[in-house]
């Protein structure tokens, strides 16, 4: 039996970050997860593996992109072997660097699946085949979340692929169905598109990135339409069925010229499912609510006083950098201190070609709210480095509150926008006007200076943008 102040079920950018916050507090810590060294799903499988890629895609069509420029570089030749092996070294190197930072923080790391006892007690059940119990002060679920399935739709078949299998890279298929039309099925077919793949994208809503505003989502899809075989939304996939080596796929939607299609894969991109189905869970006061989310408090504290849980297992966003900063509440709150999860803006990012991010309140979601807002833009045409990359397709967006002109919330669409969206989440998280990020010196000649300049534009005073000027000299 092991005793410990605090054990973390699950090894992710949640369950490692409260474990090593724990340690450096003093705390005896045990964190539990199948894997050899944390990481999770985002570093093993998920976010750093796509984004591997997706560097790789980005060479590629850098490389094209340059013909523009009078610079030829020729077809390239992919070796997929060598960059699958990339791929896994880069994911090796950041999971045995956290294995080396969690000896040195001195986490008893049990490498296996935990099962709950009761409100104190866990049962490990290691990969050598031996079981562990342990006794704890506190837990923290941090169990992540996995791709969701269509019952029904997808048989069971190698040619049907989810995000963890599409990231292995077993081959490139020359005609690939990504079922799905958010950041998982973008950035995935994406990858597979400039490799070689005919991409075929379904969106079952009227149109890509359901949750972003409109105007960000525009250079996105226009560049989807181009590097894709075909970009559907107000589709939807009503069969599948094997034939042969391939997918018979049968589509429903106003624009399908033709409703029966055979495809190499299929990528089924259609959201995550928090892993909430924890063994024993049941043998505790947590409640789990009907979109299988753990509820918890603000302190991510569940109906169990002993147990915490953070992550995509209590709710979206599900995003990495979500759980990473709930792992230091529920820490903080474990040992008696008073943080609460209330942040003012969760930055998103989206990394496709081009990058879209977009943090605080979005205009979506105040027309919707009927709030009073002011909304300006500054589009990339006017930056003098977007044109000197011949990426001019981008745009910056400020939602200001008229009144008081704090920034409220801030959408970016181009290169690089994935960098320079923690700006606006700082300047939203400190209660900055939008006359603060109008009087900020940005470098020139930057894509950051387009912060400045969307700030500006607000007053009618852009050097590059004419506005009339609305409000008052001051």
Known sequence: MTSTRIAVIGAGPGGYAAAFFAADRGLDVTLIDPAPNPGGVCLYRGCISSKALLHAASVIAESRHASALGIEFGQ??????????WKDAVVKRLTDGLGQVARQRKVNYLQGTASIVDANTLEVDRLDGTRETVRYDHAILATGSRPARVEGLAPESPCILDSTSALELRDVPRSLLVVGGGYIGLELGTVYATLGSLVTVVEMTSGLLPGADRDLVTPVARRMERLCKAVLVDTRVVRME????????TLDGANVAEPRQSFDKVLMAVGRVPNSTIPGLENTRVTVGPRGFIEVDAQRRTSEPSLFAIGDVVGEPMLAHKASHEARVAVDAAVGGSA???????????FTDPELAWCGLTEQQARSEGRQIEVVRFPWAASGRSITLDRTDGVTKLIVDPG????????????????????????????ATVRDLKLTIHP????SETVMEAAEVFFGQSTHVYKPRKLPVR
């Open 444 to 447: 020139h000649p930057t894509l």
């Open 242 to 249: 094997e034939d042969g080596s391939s997918i018979l796929v």
């Open 340 to 350: 609460v999860f209330a942040p003012a803006a969760i930055p998103a990012v989206v």
């Open 76 to 85: 390239p030749r992919i070796d997929l072997t060598k960059l699958r092996g």
């Open 404 to 431: 008081s002109e704090r920034v409220l919330g801030v959408g970016i669409a181009g290169p690089g926008a994935g960098e320079l969206i923690a700006e606006g989440a700082l300047a939203i998280e400190m209660g």
